[in-house]
């Protein structure tokens, strides 16, 4: 993410040769790709979780939010 700021930066600030700077866009678009990827894969994480969640709380008959009322 870091690599990603720093070539956002240099493309939006410096003066760059347009070989350097379609270079720069490229790993950009590769280093997106990639956060992209890894944000997909913690979301379908956090589903699972919630849905494991649910059942948990589907099975019990109640909540925790109304245990501790």
Same mark, same amino acid.
């Given at each position: 993410?870091?690599? &990603?700021? !720093?070539?956002?930066? =240099? &493309?939006?600030?410096? %003066? $760059? ?12 678009? !590769? &280093?997106? =790709? /990639? ?9 379908? /994480?956090?589903?699972?979780?919630? /849905?494991? $969640?649910?059942?948990?709380? %589907?099975?019990?008959? =109640?909540?925790? !939010?109304?245990?501790?009322?």
């Amino acid at each position: 993410m870091k690599e &990603l700021e !720093e070539i956002v930066n =240099r &493309l939006e600030k410096e %003066d $760059l040769p347009l070989e350097e700077s379609i270079k720069l866009f490229e790993r950009g678009v !590769e &280093l997106y =790709r /990639k956060c992209k990827e890894i944000l997909q894969q913690n979301r379908l /994480k956090i589903i699972d979780v919630m /849905k494991e $969640l649910e059942g948990e709380i %589907d099975a019990s008959g =109640r909540d925790q !939010e109304n245990e501790l009322r």
